[in-house]
């Protein structure tokens, strides 16, 4: 299967280092939301893999988490588009869970959910932690300068990691 990954914060919607914890500030990046509906269309399988601490930290709750990922799907449903499995991981970064990124939990999740390997998929994150989860499981750590990308550039980068300006670049490159 055509299976890519995003990271959510900073490569869907805009990233805030004050956390996103309500609908409104939840702001999507037009081009990114056009990019998931265009690979959608092509026959790809977009997931979403999210850090969201912020649940653990209680500055928001699932119900309104939820209420982004709605908001996320009825935007690319809007443009024919189709968004596929989103996970999140809700712990905080003591608790030792296996989800939270920079462990790879939740791409093993997605995979297993689609009962597929995930070598050589294409992770797409801002982050560092988003590349190391990438490399842990063997995916291909794909990195976009939104959100904290122009950050995570100025430190070293895992080897073969690809660099995009946004998730509109990405697309054109997985459809091109
Ligand atoms: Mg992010
Ligand atoms: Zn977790």
Redesign the pocket.
């Known amino acids: 299967m055509k299976l890519l990954i995003l ?5 869907i919607n805009q ?1 805030s280092d004050a956390y996103i914890k309500t609908l409104d500030e939840w702001i999507p990046i037009p081009s990114s939301i056009a990019a998931i509906a265009r690979l959608s269309q092509a026959g790809w399988t977009v997931a979403v893999a999210t850090n969201q601490s912020g649940i653990a930290r209680g500055y928001y709750d699932l119900a309104t988490l939820e209420s982004m990922h709605a908001r996320l799907r009825q935007l690319v449903a809007e443009q024919g588009g189709e968004v596929g499995l989103i996970v999140h991981c809700p712990h905080g970064p003591d608790d030792g869970c296996d989800c939270r990124k920079p462990k790879p939990g939740m791409l093993r999740q997605i995979a297993a959910h689609y009962a597929t390997e995930l070598a050589g998929i294409w992770f797409v ?3 560092s932690g ?1 590349l190391q989860a990438a490399l842990a499981v063997d995916c291909q750590p794909v990195l976009v300068k939104t ?2 990308g122009e950050r995570t550039l100025a430190k070293p980068l895992p080897p073969g990691t690809l660099v995009f300006a946004d998730l509109a670049a990405v697309a054109d490159q997985l459809l091109s």
């Open positions: 990271d959510r914060d900073g490569v990233d994150g801002d982050t988003d959100g904290k």
